[in-house]
């Protein structure tokens, strides 16, 4: 890992109407446009889906190094996020995000351990810790078989 601070560059670039094109260096460029509840096409990566989609990617790779860091043998993770976007103070802002997290763990897991270390992947997401609207985590641990 390099020393902090770490600095990321994103371009976006748009005409008057169509999507904005977002590029940074070494990456595929990504096509934005406004979601249906702003009027836009809904089928298009938007500002809000992709606030979102920082938060259950931060959190899947966070849990990811600390169950490696943990020596955990685990199988699959799903995270689900729902962030909510409302009117607070007559300003649009994201209030809150509902992080729904399930790991599936080898027989012979210890569960409560698992639990734990996806409870520490929501805590040190640097994502959720730099957003106003808190994150609330619901999780399940299913051992596959």
């Known amino acids: 890992m390099q020393d902090f601070p770490h600095r990321y560059t ?3 670039s ?6 904005v ?16 509840e702003f009027g836009g096409p809904g089928d298009r990566w938007s500002p809000e889906t992709l606030l979102v989609a920082a938060v259950a990617d931060c959190f899947t790779l966070g849990f990811r190094a600390i169950a490696r860091a943990s020596k955990l043998e685990w199988v ?22 509902k992080v729904r997290a399930t790991l599936q763990v080898p027989p012979g ?3 409560e351990r698992a639990q ?3 409870e520490k992947a929501e805590k040190t997401c640097l994502i959720s810790n730099s957003l106003k609207g808190a994150s609330h985590l619901e999780t399940s641990v299913e051992v596959a078989g």
């Open 109 to 111: 897991t210890n569960v």
């Open 14 to 19: 748009a005409r008057t109407d169509g999507d």
């Open 21 to 36: 094109a977002l590029e940074s260096a070494r990456l595929a460029s990504l096509a934005s446009a406004p979601p249906a």
């Open 76 to 97: 699959s993770l799903r995270c689900e996020v729902e962030g909510t976007l409302d009117r607070v103070e007559r300003v649009t802002q994201f209030t809150g995000f």
């Open 116 to 118: 734990g270390l996806l």
């Open 10 to 12: 994103v371009a976006a």
